[in-house]
């Protein structure tokens, strides 16, 4: 992989990847979080509309840049761009890859004690008080949560050192339909909880009063950190899906697979928070006290948990690959540097950065910068700023600065993306889109 790019063997082991890519914590983790604290019902709808009408075509619009000019993201610009100024885009998204990961991280370290503490059935029969009691002076204790951090940094770091195909694709082959089948199964224990109707409606019945500026800011940001979207990603993923492939066929499933894995982990949640008497919006805590509660109604409570937690952090770690691999992808053929050279270096920077984000639920947690702490604040400005104004951006660039022809020639590759359905999504991006992002973000600011 130093010298010669290779790319996914199949059409398959492309969309599982990049599928592997885009589900993680931000499906299992981030989304329930965010509907919980913006309305429910409501945030799922606009969620789904931003999906389908911003997130799909700008998905594919990273595969095109990606595909099309066979490059990391920061090569992409250049080689795309008529002038060099275009190649901030691509910085842009190696800084969002860096700091995303510094707090993906912290979470991503949870689940490693979590499976420790499933495995040794330290959950098991807790009252709910207690669970919660376990997860604050966990993540207070710095020094574990730290560890973690740590460890899965290292995990990530060495999947990477060995390449793509042999690392991301074999691992997110296998594991990716395991994680479905389990939430499917945690999802039927959660439904037949006494009360749960009450989640299911909160998850499910819309109340349009609840939507306003940040609920949109809010659902648009989520749509984005979960498609991955934004800041490179798709593009450093694109230039290693095969030219007889779909781009279109490969986006819908990614984005269809992310979403049923979104509602999926909603449809476990919520039933439990109501069932339980517990607080929707909680916060970044939310699924790591509630599940546990599951576990604890559920026939061998223990095995589920600790296979759970496994595949959770399995999850975590396609996702934690993907933003180590856009940063490495641009050192190492933008500055030619060793792949095995880069992924220590660069790790250790980002555990540099992220372990500040751990401290800020301990010793920093009275640290606040605009009323957040640390972690709060990179989970912000990654999702809610920096990558849709990556992305509004990148329409800019593509709807406007990028002659038709050249991605119409790239986009209908082993595609019927020729005729109207082209020209539905060259509005999108070229007028939809931005005006949209533009919207959003600009009321978002003001909110
Ligand atoms: N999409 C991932 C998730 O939902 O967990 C998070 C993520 C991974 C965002 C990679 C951005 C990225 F480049």
Known sequence: MDSKRNGFSSNVGAILAAAGGAVGLGNIWRFPYMLGQNGGGAFLLVYLLFVFMIGVPLMMTEFVIGRGTQSNVVGAYRKLGTTKRWVFLGVFGIIAAFLIYAFYSVVAGWTLNYIVLSLSGQLSGLEKETVAQVFSDFTQSSFWPALSQFFFIAITGIVISFGVEKGIERVSKVLMPVLFFLLVVMCVRSITLPGSEKGLLFLFKPDFSK???????????????????????????????????????????????????????????????????????????????????????????????????????????????????IIVAFTVEELNWKRSTSSVIVSFGVFLIGVFCTLSFGPLKDFLIFGRTIFELFDLVTASYIMPIG???????????????VIKEEISHGDSMKG???????????????AALLVIIISGFLS
Do not use: H
């Open 420 to 434: 109207i359905l082209f020209d539905i999504y060259y509005f999108i991006i070229r007028y939809i889109a931005p």
């Open 211 to 325: 939507i306003n500026a940040n609920t949109l800011l809010a659902a648009l940001g989520q749509s984005f950190f979960s498609l991955s979207l934004g800041m490179g990603a798709m593009v450093t993923y694109g230039s290693y899906i095969r030219k007889q492939d779909s781009l279109l066929k490969t986006s819908n499933w990614i984005s269809v697979c992310d979403l049923l894995v979104a509602i999926l982990a909603g449809i476990v949640i919520f039933p439990a928070v109501f069932s339980f008497g517990m607080n929707p919006s909680a916060g970044p805590e939310l699924v790591y006290v509630v599940l546990p509660n599951v576990f604890n109604n559920m026939p061998g409570g223990v095995v589920f948990a600790s296979v759970f937690f496994i595949l959770l952090g399995i999850a975590a770690l396609t996702s934690t690959i993907s933003l180590l691999e």
């Open 391 to 405: 992305a509004l951006l990148m329409t800019i660039f593509i709807g406007w600065f990028t002659p038709k022809e």
